[in-house]
């Protein structure tokens, strides 16, 4: 299994980005699928999550200002991050979970500054 993440970038605060993470392999839509970040000096952390079947749960610094969404037909989950905050700078990992085994994608950076 390769994950690919992709949309990161540098936005001014109150601004949306959308990360989007694509799946090799034809078994995505078994997959419990979650957004990590990691800021310098700090643990990765969960941000968001979204099960096979469809159940999300976020950590509570992005309630109400990021969504996560899956599409089993493109092998792609997406997270959609309004309202954003300089504090949401880190690096974002995606991570897919396979019959109780991890796979990870390379980071992207977002970048919230004025």
């Known amino acids: 299994v390769q994950l690919q993440a992709s949309g990161g970038g540098l936005v001014q605060p109150g601004g949306s980005l959308r990360l989007s993470c694509a799946a090799s392999?034809?078994?995505?839509?078994?997959?419990?699928m979650g957004w990590y970040r990691q800021a310098p000096g700090k643990q990765r952390d969960l941000v968001a999550a979204?099960?096979?079947?469809?159940?999300?749960n976020y950590a509570d610094s992005v309630k109400g200002r990021f969504t996560i969404s899956r599409d089993n037909a493109k092998n792609t989950v997406s997270l959609q991050m309004n309202s954003l905050k300089p504090e949401d700078t880190a690096v974002y990992y995606c991570?897919?979970?396979?019959?109780?085994?991890?796979?990870w994608g390379q980071g992207t950076q977002v970048t919230v500054s004025s």
């Open positions: 991570k897919g979970t396979y019959f109780r085994r991890d796979y």
């Open positions: 979204i099960t096979s079947g469809g159940g999300t």
């Open positions: 392999g034809s078994i995505f839509s078994i997959a419990d």
